[in-house]
């Protein structure tokens, strides 16, 4: 099984946007649940957004909520974050992961974990 592989990161201003991507190859990815964590300096890595196999099964944590968005395109084997009125506190690494399983906010629920893309909000 091929890890995710994150792209999309950079830096940005207060209030831009971005979109991340995962593209996650070498499984039947339409049944997987996919989900997006983050990591800030110095601080442990937290939940953000998943999504189950159904599309309109997502789950976002309260600070993101209204101001990102999780999507999956099965045909392309990816899943977006659509990120928008960034803030500096959004500044992290940011991975994305996959389970054959329901949708879940634990990482411990997810198996496999791409490396990471930068993401760096400036003020």
């Known amino acids: 099984q091929v890890r995710p592989v994150e792209s999309g990161g950079g830096l940005v201003q207060a209030g831009d946007s971005m979109r991340l991507s995962c593209a996650a190859s070498?499984?039947?990815?339409?049944?997987?649940?996919m989900g997006w964590f983050r990591q800030a300096p110095g601080k442990e890595r937290e939940f953000v957004a998943a999504?189950?196999?159904?599309?309109?099964?997502?789950d976002y944590e309260d600070s993101v909520k209204g101001r990102f968005t999780i999507s999956r395109d099965n045909a392309k084997n990816t899943v977006y974050l659509q990120m928008n009125s960034l803030k500096p506190e959004d500044t992290a690494v940011y991975y994305c992961?996959?389970?054959?399983?329901?949708?879940?906010?634990?990482?411990?629920?997810?198996?496999?974990w791409g490396q990471g893309t930068e993401v760096t909000v400036s003020s």
């Open positions: 999504i189950g196999e159904i599309p309109r099964d997502t």
């Open positions: 992961a996959d389970q054959p399983r329901e949708i879940g906010r634990q990482q411990w629920q997810y198996d496999y």
């Open positions: 070498g499984r039947l990815f339409s049944t997987y649940a």
